[in-house]
Structures are given as structure tokens and as C-alpha cells.
């Protein structure tokens, strides 16, 4: 019997929901800035994406598009200026830069109260210590997902492939902090199929299409799929491409209980998960209460 699709578009929808009322309910607009710079097809999909949903739930937006050639110090005076700005609640820098522009210097730039994206030193250093802070958004989006299938995740066995600092790092610790048992899992690990046979909840964030077969997958599990791929599609005609997964979708929902799609799972959670951290960061900044919408998430 086939499992569960996780709807992440529609889980998406009651979080911006959410967000919308919280914003309803504050003394003034939250601000969320984006930058943008060079001219990458799928960033500037995600941008645009992002600046339509933050004007759909009653934010201000601030889009800053910058060419490929833009200097190191012109962006990080930008994001200076940004994060001197008293009414600018939140900062995104759209990744990837540039190569000739260091990710981390930039980051680092960012006033950590403004640090929507939960990826500087400081925001990594409150998860790891367990202090409140903004985390990051699709780690946190991950989480939800995983609850809606089973909200108490205490004791859950959680193996998340991938190690990275976006997603696997602080997505095993964001488990963690819901007691679960937590199994970080990546490409040296030895008998990596073992491993994730025995996750209840899997989580793969590792970058390569359709990586984990139905054979890594405990029967009745919980997959959380976070790749985005963009493979060959000859079945569409010659030169068409379509987006794929981590995992192979068609083979693991025979065997999970539930698994998000790609696309249409964990991306949409990504975004609405990035409003509500502004309207957080607006709070916290501006000595506001949390609305109820989101004081309890």
C-alpha cells in the first residue's frame, strides 16, 4: 500500500496564515530585505517567490538586486547599511554569491537580531547552546513536516543524511531539541543503507537525485525529502529538464508511511518558515509581543 504525500504546499498555507495574523495583529509592518546578486536562473525564481509572499501576508519587502560583478565590500556596505537600518526587521542574502565573494564575510555581516536565515555565528551558537534565537528556516520546516505525522517526536530515531551547515547540522539539532535520538549520517558513514533502515524519520538533505531506494527505507518510516535536482527529462522532449529529489519517490512511497514530494514539500515550508522568523525578528527587536498566531509554535 502506497504512503502518504505530505502536503508541503498546504502546510505552508496554514503557517503564512498564521504569519498574516500575527502581522495584522502588530503596532506596524514588519520589513524583510533581500539581496540579490549576479544572474542565477533559480535565485531569481526564489527571490521573486519570496518578495510575492512577503507582501501577501502584510510585510513590507526590500528587494536588492545587485550584478554579478559586484564587488566584496560594495555588498557587505550594503548589508551594513541594511543592518544599521531601524526599520529593516530582517536580512536574506540570497545564496550562492558569486565565487570572488566569501559566503561567510558576507554572513557575517548581518546583525544576528536581523539574521532571518538563522546562518550566522551567532544564531549557529544559540541552537547549539539551546538559547532562544532564529533558527533556520528549512531545518525548522523540516520539523513541521515530520510532526504533522507524528507531533510528539520524543524518543523517534532520526537519521538525517547530510551534514551541511544550511540544512544537516542544525536540522539534527533542531530534532534534537525535540528529544528525539539523532543519527547524522553522510558520505563516509559505513553501511549508509543500514543506517537509514533504521531512522523512524529519514531526512535526506545530501544534493545527489534519487539517492536513497526504497531498500534504505524502513517499511511505515517517515521520509522528509529536501533534495532539489534538476535531471535530464528526454521523456519531455530533447533538452528538457525536470526536478527530482534525493529520493526515489516512486520507489519509497510503496514503502514509507508518509514522504514529501520534490517539488512541493519541504520548499514551500522554507518560505513561510522565513516569514514568520521576521515577524519574530521584528518582536524581538522592537520590544514586541509574540502574536498568539505564532506565540506557540
Request: aromatic share 2%; with cysteine.
Amino acid at each position: 500500500m502506497s504512503g502518504r504525500i505530505i502536503d508541503g504546499k498546504a502546510i505552508a498555507a496554514g503557517v503564512r496564515a498564521d504569519v498574516a495574523a500575527a502581522v495584522n495583529a502588530l503596532p506596524a509592518q514588519p520589513t524583510l530585505a533581500v539581496v540579490l546578486v549576479g544572474d542565477d536562473p533559480a535565485s531569481h525564481v526564489y527571490v521573486a517567490s519570496k518578495v510575492k509572499t512577503t507582501n501577501e501576508v502584510g510585510m513590507r519587502s526590500v528587494e536588492i538586486r545587485l550584478p554579478a560583478e559586484t564587488t566584496q565590500d560594495d555588498l557587505l556596505a550594503r548589508v551594513a547599511a541594511l543592518s544599521a537600518d531601524p526599520e529593516v526587521d530582517g536580512i536574506l542574502v540570497q545564496l550562492p554569491l558569486p565565487k570572488h565573494i566569501s559566503e561567510p564575510a558576507v554572513l557575517a555581516a548581518i546583525d544576528p537580531l536581523k539574521d532571518v536565515d538563522g546562518l550566522t555565528e551567532a544564531s549557529a551558537g544559540k541552537l547549539v547552546l539551546g538559547k532562544p534565537g532564529l533558527r533556520p528556516c528549512t531545518p525548522v520546516g523540516c520539523v513541521i513536516l515530520a510532526k504533522t505525522e507524528r507531533p510528539d517526536l520524543a524518543g523517534a530515531n532520526v537519521v538525517v543524511i547530510g551534514r551541511s551547515i544550511l540544512v544537516g547540522k542544525p536540522a539534527a539539532l533542531l530534532f534534537l531539541e525535540q528529544n528525539a535520538t539523532v543519527t547524522i549520517a553522510h558520505s563516509k558513514t559505513r553501511d549508509l543503507k543500514m543506517v537509514c533502515r533504521g531512522a523512524d524519520i529519514l531526512v535526506a538533505a545530501v544534493g545527489r537525485p534519487e539517492m536513497v531506494r526504497s531498500d534504505w527505507i524502513r517499511p511505515g518510516a517517515i521520509v522528509i525529502d529536501v533534495g532539489t535536482n534538476r535531471v535530464p527529462a528526454p521523456e519531455k522532449g530533447e533538452g528538457k529538464t525536470k526536478l527530482v529529489g534525493d529520493v526515489h519517490f516512486a520507489e519509497a512511497i510503496e514503502v514509507a508511511a508518509a514522504i514529501t514530494p520534490s517539488p512541493g514539500g519541504v520548499g514551500p515550508m522554507t518560505i513561510a518558515c522565513l516569514l514568520r522568523n521576521t515577524v519574530l525578528a521584528a518582536c524581538a527587536r522592537r520590544g514586541w509581543t509574540v502574536p498568539t498566531a505564532l506565540a506557540a509554535g
